[in-house]
């Protein structure tokens, strides 16, 4: 069989109330894997997950545990349901927080050391976001030229180059507003302030990367089944080693997902599984190369969908 798909994983601010709880309901292997984070975290994120509350489900020590579970319990249900094999996928890649999901899928590691890792990763996100406050800011209909000039005008940086015309900047809320106000005067459709806690993916987070090495090298990383894109060089990784160092280096480096999907795309791969909460990376992927299909795997019925189409569509 022609290796002619790739997974993808949700980030962080694709999360709700309620994600995951069908999964969770229907398939034992889904249960399993809310079980698991919940023992290892100490606390029912699994409620959490379900029934909120929505401020504390936000937090980003809360978020990045809770869309890697909900992601992985959508992987193993549909790996469950539809047989799936490693061996007929070429690639898999996660944005930002969705690259631990990718790691857990290609059995490069363990779903309980990724979901203690992101809880960590999460908190001290926060602690530095405290220390250091910063904001962030979606820029919608500028080429990334001219976000980049404005972020040399306003000390701000390049956090997310997600797809053509859509730019996330990271910064101190004064460089954030001026890079606002100049992006609105420069023809921007949309300049939004986003609601998250700090400024992720910038210099702002270098101390909590540090931090993060050194729980990584805590952790069992194996070369993984199949090839898994790192988001801050947009190239295939496979040693462990590389597979730790690229994981550092993201929380305080810009996430490449526009050239990460093109590196994909330019191996002939066209079709995807996007896993977790939400429908982002589909969204993305239409402006990146609208010939792409993406099929998202996030509830029950997307599931069921596949089996009772006779899988036609899966790898």
Known sequence: MSKTFAYLFAGQGSQYIGMGKDLYEAFPESKAVFDKADKVLGFPLSKLCFEGPQQELTRTANCQPAILTVSVAAFEAYKSAVSCQLSAVSYAAGLSLGEYSALVAA??????????????????????????????????????????????????????????????????PQAIESAKKLAEESGSKMAVILEVSGAFHSSFMKEAALKLAGEIEKIRINTPEIPVISNVTA????????????????VSSSVLWESSMRFILAQGINKFFEFG????????????????????????????????GGMKDAP
């Not at 190239?235 to 993201?250: A, D, F, Y």
């Not at 909460?277 to 299909?293: C, N, S």
């Open 107 to 172: 059995d490069a590691l363990s779903f309980e050391d990724a979901v203690y890792l992101v809880r960590r990763r999460g908190e001290f996100m926060e602690e530095e976001a405290l220390k250091k406050p910063g904001r962030m800011l979606s820029v919608i209909g500028l080429d990334l030229a001219k976000v980049k000039e404005i972020c040399s005008k306003t000390d701000a940086e390049i956090a997310n180059i997600n797809c053509p015309g859509q730019t996330v900047i990271s910064g101190s």
């Open 277 to 308: 909460p939400g429908k982002v990376l589909r969204g993305l992927m239409r402006r990146i190369d609208a010939a792409a299909g993406v099929a998202n795997i996030e509830k029950k019925e997307d599931i069921l969908s596949l089996v009772q």
């Open 235 to 250: 190239k295939p990784v496979s040693s462990p080693s590389e597979i730790k160092e690229g994981l550092v280096r993201q």
